[in-house]
């Protein structure tokens, strides 16, 4: 199992960054510093607790003149890049909701190096007006950073960040912002677009088909945006009309050949080989466009009801009288995100949303005899 992601901030981490603020403002008290930080409570502290606690033990040993750290902070910004140095945007979050203007400015040049998606949300619920017309200023920088910060720090169901329950019961404040990245020339901008689409379509699905129907056909990328942000339409609802606008219109002409899984008995940790093989009947000169997943439907415990995940298997289009086959293996090793158990385990086989053909497996303990 990989390593949890919380242990990069390990004690050779804190010190060499400590040494990095040192030689940008040298009363800088490393030793403080990195005491603070690996005080008591550390071991059990998460993710974003550990990011927490760095950016409150900053607060304790930088300047207690907000502008003065935050100076510091940005000087540093360009040497200090990529995921582990978000408790520079969580620091703003958590001393300058007050100073709005000074913390825009840090914000939007922090996320060129890391990423403010977590910390624009606290300014989102104070004055939710005022942030989102700030939302949409950046969302004509010429950054694809801060273009990106527009749509992603205002998904209504952002992972890892608290929701905006206003924006779930209402996400018109956010409509101009995607609008106006709906065709951005950065496919990173693009795909933040199409998951806070993907985040309101499960709260307001019609909303989601009105836009993409209406913005369907204009730009390919565009298109492909649309196609991503229907996913959950299309893949958990099986939307009829979000099917039919990306052309998988319902394919009674299927018919299956193989859906089979081997062994039928495993153990967890173990591995199986699913293969698959469909053809269509329809006249050769026609075609129809089939999507293919499988719904695996998991035990939550031995004796608890069970959930559903779907793989995608191919998306292709399939002449008449012509074969779409395959295989792919399914894994039942533990993992951080999902841990399996013993049981029935049901394979199905779902076609342009129709359930087509199933199978199952038996799961037994693992070899070593642990669930």
């Known amino acids: 199992m990989a390593e949890p992601l919380k242990n990069m901030y ?20 490393e030793e403080r510093f990195v005491g603070l930080v690996l005080a008591d409570g550390w071991e059990e502290l998460a993710l974003k607790g550990r990011i927490r606690r760095i950016a409150r033990s ?41 100073r709005w203007d000074r913390s825009m400015q840090a914000l939007a040049l922090f996320t060129r190096s890391s990423s403010a998606e977590f910390a624009v949300r606290p300014f989102i619920k104070r004055d939710p007006e005022r942030m989102m017309a700030q939302m949409l200023a950046w969302s004509g920088d010429s950054d694809e950073h801060v273009r990106r910060l527009a749509s992603e720090g205002c998904r209504p169901r952002l992972p890892w960040a608290d929701a905006l329950p206003d924006f779930k ?13 709906k065709a951005d020339p950065s496919d990173y901008v693009r795909r933040s677009v199409a998951n806070n689409l993907n985040d309101i379509s499960k709260d307001h699905p019609d909303l989601v088909l ?7 056909g204009a730009n390919p990328e565009t298109d492909a945006l649309l196609r991503h942000a229907c996913r959950g339409l299309i893949r958990r609802e099986a ?27 495993a153990a967890i940790g173990d591995t199986v080989l699913v293969e698959y093989a469909l053809g269509l009947t329809l006249p050769e000169e026609e075609a129809r466009k089939l999507r293919l997943e499988m719904a695996v439907t998991y035990p939550r415990s031995a004796e608890g009801s069970g959930y559903r995940k779907l793989f995608r298997l191919a998306e292709r289009v399939v002449q008449g009288g012509g074969i779409i086959e395959g295989s792919r293996k399914l894994s039942f090793k533990d993992l951080s995100t999902r841990r399996h158990y013993p049981g029935t385990h049901t394979l199905v086989l779902i076609v342009n949303g129709k359930e087509t053909a199933s199978a199952e497996v038996v799961l037994q303990a693992s070899k070593e005899g642990s669930a």
């Not at 400590?18 to 403002?25: G, I, N």
């Not at 019961?169 to 990245?181: K, Q």
């Not at 009105?210 to 369907?216: F, N």
């Not at 002409?253 to 062994?263: K, N």
């Open 10 to 29: 390990d004690e050779a981490f804190l010190k060499g960054f400590a040494a990095r603020v040192s030689q940008a403002w040298t009363p800088f008290d």
């Open 169 to 181: 019961r209402d996400p018109s404040p956010i409509l101009p912002i995607l609008d106006a990245l």
């Open 239 to 265: 939307d009829e009309a979000a099917m039919r606008l990306f052309g998988l219109l319902p394919a009674p002409e299927a018919v299956v050949h193989t859906w089979s899984v081997a062994p039928r008995e």
């Open 210 to 216: 009105e836009l993409a129907t209406r913005w369907h």
């Open 58 to 98: 900053l607060g304790e040993v930088l300047p207690d003149d907000y502008d003065r750290a935050i100076d510091i902070l940005e000087g540093m910004a360009g040497e200090c890049r990529g995921f582990p140095y978000l408790f520079f945007p969580d620091f703003v979050e958590l001393y300058g909701l007050s």
